[in-house]
């Protein structure tokens, strides 16, 4: 079918589009639950909010679960060290995104405001939490990690959960922040009208700055604040067996720029970012829903898209010890995994996709505060 070489490439792409997939569709989500308290002054455009995301936060959160089942089939040495590495963030972030169903479904259930304003503010922080926690987590990989490997090809991680909150990693966490926020802001101008769209255009106004300015402050830190990347100096065989200790790695990637010299084309990624934040900020200001909807996908493509390009080959780059990086070449299941899940990617993700197309299909349409009051209890 292919090549051992060409599935591990294949299966970096892959990982990377479902993790984009995830950022694009839950990304609103998280983001409309994280302006609510914002742009909803009321209980009934709270609830406005909430019934534009309620029907497809689930769905959309699948690509997460997509994405780090793909990353156990493909890459099972960085789940297992991520998984050890940043276990409290991780489990911050699951907490945070436990109380995602039940405030969708209870919140409304009571007809009693200290109830309903408690799961607002629950809402609120579970949108809040992963959005800073994912920012985070990437910020730490340009950084490295401090991952070692012992002779058994057993992980071990040397940090501590405070040591993830370096002044980089908190910047990368901002953007990330920022750029949901901004799509979750978009999605509303698409979905709401209103003084809920208004007060959401104005918001990402705001945000589509805040991201601009810190996407571009995180990449002159990175250029020019003495952040090394790393570089595999030894020679090695792209459709070799998993053994990530078989190589000779240096921290003399400047910034993590060596990819965008030599490939001159992966610039196209912050490019994108950079004008996808542009186009929402101009497109919320002459009030285009749809643009504004198109600029925070596409921020969000570049933005992810530019820390992939950056840290290629690596995945999880450690400063304990370089040499026990782990690589998509050297981290990777065995070439008859890598085919059977590729096969069953290709006949199960056009079938998601296809679903949750009709999905969005059927339930599309502006939901207003008329609709809430229409049906006080069929609604979330």
């Not at 987590?137 to 990690?145: D, K, P, R, Y």
Request: net charge neutral; with cysteine.
């Amino acid at each position: 079918m292919f090549d051992y070489q060409t599935l591990k490439l294949i299966w970096w792409v892959l990982v990377g589009v479902l993790l984009i997939g995830f950022a694009v569709t839950d990304g609103f989500d998280l983001g409309a639950a994280i302006l609510m308290p914002l742009v909803g002054r009321s209980d009934k455009e709270r609830r406005v909010v909430i019934n534009t995301i309620a029907p497809h936060w689930d769905g959309n959160q699948v690509w997460l679960i997509t994405a780090g089942a793909g990353l156990f089939a493909a890459w099972p040495l960085v789940y297992g060290a991520a998984f050890s590495g940043f276990y409290w963030a991780l489990l911050l972030v699951l907490f945070a995104l436990f109380v995602r169903p039940v405030g969708f479904d209870y919140r409304s259930k009571l007809d009693n405001t200290r109830w309903r304003q408690s799961w607002d503010w629950g809402l609120f922080v579970g949108g809040l939490v992963p959005s800073l926690v994912f920012g985070v987590a990437f910020g730490n990989l340009l950084l490295g990690v401090p991952l070692e490997l012992d002779d058994s090809l057993r992980s071990s991680y040397h940090g501590s959960f405070w040591q993830l909150l370096a002044p980089f990693a908190l910047l990368c966490g901002v953007v990330s922040l920022s750029m949901l926020a901004m799509h979750g802001g978009s999605w509303l101008m698409l979905r709401t009208e209103g003084a809920i769209a208004q007060r959401a255009r104005r918001a990402v106004q705001v945000l589509a700055l805040v991201f601009l300015i810190t996407f571009l402050g995180a990449g002159l830190w990175l250029a020019l604040g003495g952040i090394d990347g790393m570089v595999i100096t030894s020679s090695f065989d792209p459709s070799a067996a998993l053994n990530p200790l078989d190589k000779t790695v240096v921290t003399g990637n400047p910034g993590w720029l060596g990819n965008y010299q030599r490939y001159p084309i992966t610039a196209v990624a912050p490019l994108l970012g950079v004008l996808g934040g542009v186009l929402a900020l101009l497109a919320a200001s002459g009030r285009s829903s749809r643009l504004a909807f198109l600029g925070s996908s596409l921020a969000i493509v570049g933005a992810i898209c530019t820390a992939g390009f950056a840290l290629f080959p690596f995945i999880m780059p450690s400063t304990f010890n370089p040499a026990a990086s782990l690589t998509i070449w050297d981290a990777v299941s065995s070439r008859l995994t890598l085919t059977i899940m590729l096969v069953v990617a290709a006949v199960f993700v056009p079938i998601i996709l296809c679903y949750t197309t009709w999905c969005y299909v059927k339930m599309w349409g502006r939901t207003t505060t008329a609709h809430i009051e229409e049906n006080p209890y069929g609604l979330y």
